[in-house]
């Protein structure tokens, strides 16, 4: 069987259907192996740095992989970006590369780079060595992508195998579940923890969505009566309109969120690292009484050590820890802790409610939320409005909302957005951007025409790299608006029409609802640009007030 075409048909048989890319000269034999299958679907996208963000944000939305192919490189060099954030965020992909040819490796072959230069921004980096095992390859690959921690996989391929007809390797089953059960010891003294607190806390992370423990955690949470509150990549993990749900520990956490997970007598952190990002290098106090839930032991003692650790899957856990819990455990009065959080929030912010032009992001965010379907999925870019819209912009399902964790890259918004409806093809998706974000990833709007796909883009324009020109501006005092082009404004309108795209301007917030609801009703892409206040305040400084 000729290589090319093995890649696909084992792709197709661990049912990966998508494919996102950019052709090239080494890449054509798959290519070609795709035309030829009516089962896998190839997505051209315009940079090379957009396809995993897209394979990304594919999977974050659903429970589905997709790949990515790129020539050697350039383009992988420019996908590294894309992997990286899969990586941090635990994302399953698997990234193919068209590798220079052995015999001439060293040689500084057209685009050559040493393999061993992506090792540091995948799980797991494969070479495949030999022709006759390319499948079987393809399926490790597949494997452990998919196995906890999930993340992403780079293959690659040398140029010169893809046409060879060679008889392959047979394909092999891999067991991919989470390979630890929990210690029922571990459990036992996690739950006599939490049990005993009178003030439990929950803070839950992006492994909670991985493992798809969302019914676990509520139910939980319930139980112990114990508020919740969520990382970067756990948020919409429990919905946040729950009458438990806190907050996002971020840059736009108020200073009653922080002094709750240090005044909470016990605190349950499940699916997450406790990275430096989300607890601001560690800086906020977490109780003593400490059940840290994690799949890797590397995790344990980053920041904080945890008066009991339990290493597993984290809806394994959780599940457990309910079940001995005593039929007579009376909750603790979390919903008190949570409304009195969200009450904080909401006064620190309403002084930037209101509708004055150019509107602030928090009612841009506020309008939008109220406008945008509570099933639609938002892909969110990295920038100073996701700051504020951790914690002012509502996310119900741990699906609902894609954002970057602790790589924070910007460029991610319309690219995952792109995913996330081609993995979703009858569901809304809107993404939320803004203009240093959407200036990273312009190209891709394009790919939405192309590609037909009926997202919606909701650009804040505010001319400046805002939240960059802040901090200039304030700690090293550098000019006003130093990183911002009011001089050169840029019109997102008419960029996206350029494109055969239909688009869409609103400067008030009845616009924005009514320009918001048009687009979502449209069977085609659609760009909303809305002006907003580059002067406009910082959450981080803000919220800190």
């Known amino acids: ?49 957009a396809v995993t963000h897209q394979a990304w944000g594919y999977a974050e939305t659903s429970d589905r992989m997709a790949a990515t192919f790129v020539v050697p490189g350039p383009g992988d060099m420019n996908a590294m970006n894309g992997l990286k954030n899969a990586l941090n965020d635990c994302t399953p992909l698997i990234h193919f590369a068209v590798e220079t040819e052995p015999e001439i ?13 992506y090792d540091n921004v995948v799980k797991e980096n494969i070479l495949v060595e030999r022709p006759s095992a390319t499948a079987s390859e393809v399926d490790r690959a597949v494997a452990i992508a998919r196995t906890p921690p999930m993340g992403p996989v780079r293959i690659g391929i040398p140029k010169n195998f893809l046409k060879m007809d060679v008889p392959l390797s047979q394909a092999r089953d891999y067991d991919t579940d989470c390979l630890e059960s929990v210690a029922d010891e571990d459990v036992e003294a996690a739950t006599d923890l939490l049990a005993d607190a009178d003030a439990p806390l929950i803070l ?33 993990v429990i919905p946040e ?53 994690t799949l890797h032991p590397d995790d344990l003692g980053t920041g904080y050590d945890p008066a009991v650790a339990v290493i597993g899957d984290g809806g394994e856990a959780m599940r457990k820890i309910e079940d001995r ?16 959080l969200r009450s904080a929030r909401d006064e620190r912010i309403e002084p930037l409610l209101g509708e004055e032009t150019p509107l ?8 939008a939320r109220e406008t945008i379907p509570r099933e639609a999925t938002v892909a969110v870019d ?21 954002n970057p964790g602790s790589w924070a890259t910007m460029g991610t918004g319309l690219p995952s957005g792109i995913g996330a409806q081609q993995a979703n093809p009858d569901e809304d998706v809107v993404v939320l951007t803004g203009d240093g974000g959407l200036m990273m990833c312009i190209h891709e709007l394009h790919t939405a025409v192309a590609e037909d796909l009926p997202i919606t883009v909701l650009v804040l324009n505010n001319n400046d790299y805002a939240i960059i020109t802040e901090e200039a501006e304030r700690t090293y005092d550098l000019d006003t608006g130093v990183y911002g082009w009011e001089d050169s404004p840029i019109s997102f309108t008419a960029l996206a029409e350029s494109m055969g795209m239909r688009s869409l301007r609103a400067e008030t917030g009845s616009d924005l609802e009514d320009r918001l609801s048009t687009a979502l009703a449209a ?20 919220m800190s007030e």
């Open 105 to 117: 490796r060293g040689g500084d072959g057209i685009h050559e780079t040493p393999p061993d230069t």
């Open 523 to 542: 069977d085609e892409p659609v760009l909303v640009e809305i002006p907003t206040d580059p002067r406009e305040p910082q959450a981080s400084e803000w």
């Open 325 to 340: 819990l005593a039929d007579d455990q009376e909750p603790a009065d979390g919903e008190a802790t949570a409304e009195r």
């Open 360 to 367: 602030t992001s928090v009612q841009v965010l506020r309008t």
């Open 382 to 402: 990295a920038g100073g409005f996701r700051v504020w819209g951790l914690n002012t912009f509502e996310s119900y399902g741990p699906d609902k909302y894609v």
């Open 241 to 293: 309109d729950h009458p438990l749900s806190a907050g996002t520990l971020s840059g736009s956490a108020t200073p009653e969120l922080l002094a709750a997970i240090g005044d909470a007598d016990a605190a349950l952190g499940v699916g997450t690292d406790f990275d430096a990002v989300a607890t601001r290098s560690w800086s906020v106090d977490v109780p003593e009484r400490l059940v840290h839930v």
């Open 1 to 49: 069987m000729l290589i090319n075409e093995a890649v696909i048909d084992r792709l197709v048989a661990n049912g990966i259907d998508t494919v996102f890319g950019i052709p090239g000269k080494q890449t054509l034999p798959l290519n070609q192996a795709i035309g030829e299958s009516d089962a896998i679907e190839f997505v051209v996208a315009r940079h090379e740095t």
């Open 204 to 236: 839950a992370g992006g492994g909670v969505r991985s493992s798809g423990a969302s019914d676990e955690l509520r139910s939980l949470a319930e139980r112990l009566g114990a508020p919740v509150v969520t990382t970067y990549k756990g948020k919409g």
